[in-house]
């Protein structure tokens, strides 16, 4: 192959990464819900027998994204048409409660953190555990810094050792037998650190929550600094939220 071969194949295959994350729309992706305002059917709850997290909560009508797999189930079961799903990934939060969606509910950025800003908001190393996932998340995660979403561009990086990291970012349930494992990735972090749980597993247990195989001590211990929804999460809902979070997304 010529050179100038290879310049026609780079110009044919285009511009692949995403130029601007903050105000990409994912095609097909079921992200974060709609519920619409209104009274529900007198004694309605199909879709809160259809959620199999206990995501869903009736009158008022309230979803909890720290525990929702996106699975659709609620809005199929729904007679009224009350519950939809936009292709919208933006639907991180600093606390559980933002976590919350309810009617007339809009995605809302994640807050600016000043402290982490100043500190992270260059270069941010992050380790990554999977504490009892399904490697669902990790893919997703791993995909953030691939040539589409690049989140290395903003200083974002995985790194292998704890040590020289700044953040745990934790997925899965944390089964007990990643407990202890997980505990340690933790402790052999410098201060100042963040944590971020990544997925419905992580977040809340998901479908394992009050499963006898978990220990989940290190979450009642430490609050994350940032939850990231999903089941998995798309990589513009980690990429984004962790740019609102260092300030990065500012004009
Ligand atoms: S989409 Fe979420 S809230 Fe709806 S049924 Fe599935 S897990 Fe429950
Ligand atoms: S949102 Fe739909 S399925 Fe759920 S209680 Fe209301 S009417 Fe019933």
Same mark, same amino acid.
């Not at 110009?11 to 903050?22: M, T």
């Given at each position: 192959m010529t050179l100038i071969d290879a310049l026609? &194949?780079?110009?044919?295959?285009?511009?692949?990464?995403?130029? !601007?994350? =903050?105000?990409?729309?994912?095609?097909g992706f079921r992200g974060r819900p709609r519920l619409a305002a209104g009274a529900c059917g007198d004694g309605c709850d199909a879709c809160v027998t259809a959620c199999p997290t206990a995501a869903v909560t009736p009158a008022p009508l309230a979803?909890? =994204?720290?525990?929702?797999t996106l699975c659709g189930l609620c809005a199929e079961a729904c007679p009224d048409g009350r519950i939809g799903f936009t292709? #919208?990934? +933006?639907?991180?939060?600093? *606390?559980?409660?933002?976590l919350?969606?309810?009617p007339g509910d809009?995605?809302?950025?994640?807050? #600016?953190d000043g402290a982490l800003a100043r500190l992270f908001g260059r270069s941010l190393r992050l380790r990554q555990v999977s504490a009892g996932g399904c490697n669902a998340c990790e893919l997703e995660l791993n995909a953030a810094a691939n040539v589409n979403? !690049?989140?290395? +561009?903003?200083?974002?990086?995985?790194?292998a050792s704890p040590r020289h990291a700044d953040g745990l970012v934790v997925t899965g349930p944390l089964t007990r037998a990643m407990?202890?494992? *997980?505990?340690?990735?933790? %402790?052999?972090?410098?201060?100042? +650190? &963040? =944590?971020?749980?990544?997925?419905?597993?992580?977040?809340?247990?998901?479908?394992?929550?009050?499963? !006898?195989?978990?220990? +989940?001590?290190?979450? %009642? %211990?430490? *609050?994350? *600094?940032?939850?990231?929804?999903g089941c998995?999460?798309?990589? =513009?809902?980690?990429?984004?939220?962790l740019l609102e979070l260092l300030g990065r997304a500012r004009p």
């Open positions: 026609r &194949v780079r110009r044919s295959q285009g511009r692949q990464y995403i130029a !601007d994350p =903050l105000t990409a729309m994912p095609q979803l909890d =994204l720290g525990r929702c292709a #919208e990934p +933006r639907m991180a939060a600093t *606390t559980p409660a933002g919350i969606v309810r809009a995605a809302t950025p994640v807050p #600016e979403f !690049d989140v290395q +561009r903003y200083g974002v990086e995985w790194v407990a202890a494992a *997980t505990r340690l990735a933790w %402790d052999a972090m410098p201060a100042p +650190r &963040v =944590l971020v749980a990544v997925g419905a597993c992580a977040i809340s247990g998901g479908l394992y929550a009050g499963s !006898d195989a978990l220990d +989940r001590a290190l979450l %009642d %211990d430490v *609050t994350p *600094t940032l939850y990231v929804p998995p999460p798309h990589p =513009l809902t980690f990429v984004v939220a």
